[in-house]
């Protein structure tokens, strides 16, 4: 049968290359197998969150750094001018409450003074109207009095209105200060920003931005790869998503530690991509292309290592080849 076979070569290469399908299509019933694998961390960006000139470089590139360690600085200067010059708004703020405090003080002793001399000229004028009935008080008199009681009220009535309008300036003077004090805080914060530390211990990426540099707020000035979820990224092929679970056995090698095999566990599948690399940037873009290969669509899997080796280190976006059983 082997020597009729070979007699006629396009039979034979047409039945090699349906065998060859037929164990590729069981194969990957029980295992997947994909070299589009990298290694990854976290990843923190540090961006200036406050604009000026950078006047302190403290770290260089690849240079490890602890939480905590200084890495740049921008020029303080303005921003220590702009807190002292809000403190000072601040302070002039505070005095101007005591003086109207002492304004409302006064003001009520001005009512209570107008009340006391208004009772005295009611009574007075009762005198006078009493006397007056007797016989024993002129008109003249009487008139006096009445008038004394009116002024006597129109002059409470003016107390009671500087009252008010003084506890009125109270409040203002209290929502000024209010206003002085947020000022001053978000002095005081935009002046903490002006020097940058580690939020976590890692290694400092080659990063461009020199000392002198002006930097706009929110500009990327270095990124600090971490040690933070260690992980292997693999993009699988959509026809293995039906047999993926988490916690699956996966074998591996690392680009960086060549011909090694690592065991590790499935931790993470994608749950979407994005169909296109121009929309918004909330889901994964797996390119699904090749050269003019049209590649089927991958979904990235995230791989916890059972032991990342210490020797070993960690290469960010360094290659891996990935196999899972099923």
Do not use: C
């Amino acid at each position: 049968m082997l020597i009729r076979l070979l007699r006629h070569p396009v039979t034979l290469i047409v039945g090699v290359a349906i065998a060859l399908f037929v164990v590729y299509e069981v194969s990957v019933r029980y295992f997947a197998y994909t070299s589009d694998a990298y290694v990854m961390s976290d990843i923190i960006v540090i961006s200036s969150q406050v604009e000026g000139p950078v006047s302190t470089l403290s770290v260089q590139d690849n240079q490890p750094v602890a939480a905590g360690d200084a890495l740049f600085e921008i020029e303080q200067t303005p921003y220590r001018l702009k807190v002292d010059e809000a403190a000072s708004a601040l302070a002039q703020a505070e005095a101007d409450l005591e003086l109207a405090t002492d304004e409302v003080a006064a003001a009520r002793a001005n009512v209570t003074s107008a009340q006391a001399v208004q009772t005295n000229a009611q009574a007075t004028l009762a005198r006078a109207k009493s006397l007056s009935t007797d016989g024993f008080s002129t008109e003249a008199t009487l008139d006096v009095a009445t008038r004394d009681v009116a002024t006597a009220g129109a002059n409470v009535l003016s107390a009671q209105a500087q009252l008010n309008v003084a506890i009125l300036r109270v409040a203002v003077v209290k929502a000024s200060i209010a206003s002085a004090k947020a000022v001053l805080d978000k002095a005081q914060y935009d002046f903490s920003k002006t020097k940058v530390v580690a939020p976590e211990a890692g290694q400092v990426a080659p990063f461009t931005v020199r000392r002198g540099d002006y930097l706009e707020r929110g500009t990327e000035v270095l990124a600090l790869v971490t040690q933070n979820r260690r992980r292997v990224v693999a993009n699988i092929a959509e026809r293995h998503l039906a047999r993926l679970r988490t916690g699956q056995r996966v074998w591996l090698t690392l680009g960086s530690d060549p011909w090694v095999i690592h065991s590790g566990r499935v931790s993470g599948i994608a749950a979407g991509v994005s169909r296109s690399p121009q929309n918004p940037e909330v889901l994964p873009y797996v390119e699904p292309t090749t050269d003019w290969v049209r590649l089927p669509r991958r979904f990235p899997i995230e791989i916890t290592l059972d032991d990342w080796p210490v020797s070993l280190g960690l290469f960010n976006g360094a290659d891996a080849r990935v196999l899972i059983w099923f």
